[in-house]
């Protein structure tokens, strides 16, 4: 049984076939065919990504994944619909949400931790590297600038900003998003404490949802935390536009001192 923020092998006997067969588990028309006769890859080397197009966590690793150039099965999990708390998917991920990656008889379940091991499981020439070589003074920054990024709370902006929109410069969001925000917020409390009655044996992994769902509600709708984790976020941004900008100058002054050299 696969744990939260951990690999964990499986041989996925238990997979229900209507998570493949339903929306959640459709993969995309035309994408396997595509993927499968690329000539580098094996079969088993693909990788099946349940994620939702909007959810930042799973966004990260898509680029990571086509930035690599990796076969791919994307199968969609819809958060609008609430599938991430259907009985098939708290099994697969106890209670966590999207992204999960199942490789062969690995699933990887923390977009982090999927990051990390897609880098360090699919190498070879032809395959780009992601991070900086070990021990690099490039390797630091990015794990320093990772870190950072990595800690923000993108979801208590993104639900904080919809329930506070006076917090916001110029806001475009409509009133009735507020409302419907919230509506959806307390019916998903209703909802985990529903089927944790119907699955008995998920009790754990769903009061353990409830409650951390009731504690985001909170954080999410305090004014006062919010202007202070919007504040702390553009003070991040700035750190990290003054970071590329920086070496953005280093890498035109190499390219000159190389342009030199071959002149001379």
């Given at each position: 049984?696969?744990?939260?923020?951990?690999?964990?092998?499986?041989?996925?006997?238990?997979?229900?076939?209507?998570?493949?067969?339903?929306?959640?588990?459709?993969?995309?028309?035309?994408?396997?065919?595509?993927?499968?006769?690329?000539?580098?890859?094996?079969?088993?080397?693909?990788?099946?990504?349940?994620?939702?197009?909007?959810?930042?966590?799973?966004?990260?690793?898509?680029?990571?994944?086509?930035?690599?150039?990796?076969?791919?099965?994307?199968?969609?999990?819809?958060?609008?619909?609430?599938?991430?708390?259907?009985p098939w998917f708290m099994r697969l991920n106890l209670g966590e949400e999207v992204p999960v990656v199942i490789h062969g008889d690995n699933i990887i379940s923390d977009y982090s931790k999927i990051i990390?091991?897609?880098?360090?499981?699919?190498?070879?020439?032809?395959i780009p590297q992601l991070m900086p070589e070990a021990g690099s003074l490039l390797h630091s920054?990015?794990?320093?600038?990772?870190?950072?990024?990595?800690?923000?709370?993108?979801?208590?902006?993104?639900?904080?900003?919809?329930?506070?929109?006076?917090l916001t410069?110029?806001?475009?969001?409509?009133?009735?998003?507020?409302?419907?925000?919230?509506?959806?917020?307390?019916n998903a409390t209703t909802e985990l404490l529903k089927l944790d009655n119907e699955e008995p044996q998920l009790t754990e992994p769903y009061l353990s949802k409830h409650k951390k769902l009731m504690a985001k509600i909170l954080e999410h709708d305090n004014v006062n935390n919010l202007t202070k984790i919007l504040i702390e976020l553009s003070m991040v941004l700035d750190q990290v536009e003054a970071e590329l900008e920086k070496r953005k100058l280093e890498y035109e002054a190499k390219a000159r001192s190389l342009h030199n050299t071959l002149q001379a």
């Open positions: 049984m696969a744990t939260a923020s951990n690999l964990t092998p499986t041989n996925c006997s238990w997979w229900p076939i209507s998570a493949i067969e339903n929306d959640a588990g459709k993969t995309h028309e035309g994408e396997g065919d595509a993927e499968t006769s690329k000539p580098s890859f094996k079969a088993k080397d693909k990788l099946v990504l349940y994620h939702w197009t909007q959810s930042f966590s799973s966004q990260k690793i898509r680029l990571v994944i086509a930035e690599k150039g990796l076969p791919c099965d994307e199968r969609d999990v819809s958060l609008p619909l609430a599938e991430q708390k259907e990390d091991y897609v880098e360090n499981n699919f190498v070879g020439e032809l920054r990015v794990l320093q600038y990772r870190e950072i990024l990595e800690s923000l709370p993108m979801d208590a902006y993104t639900h904080g900003c919809i329930l506070h929109p006076e410069i110029d806001s475009m969001i409509p009133k009735y998003a507020t409302a419907e925000i919230r509506r959806h917020l307390a």
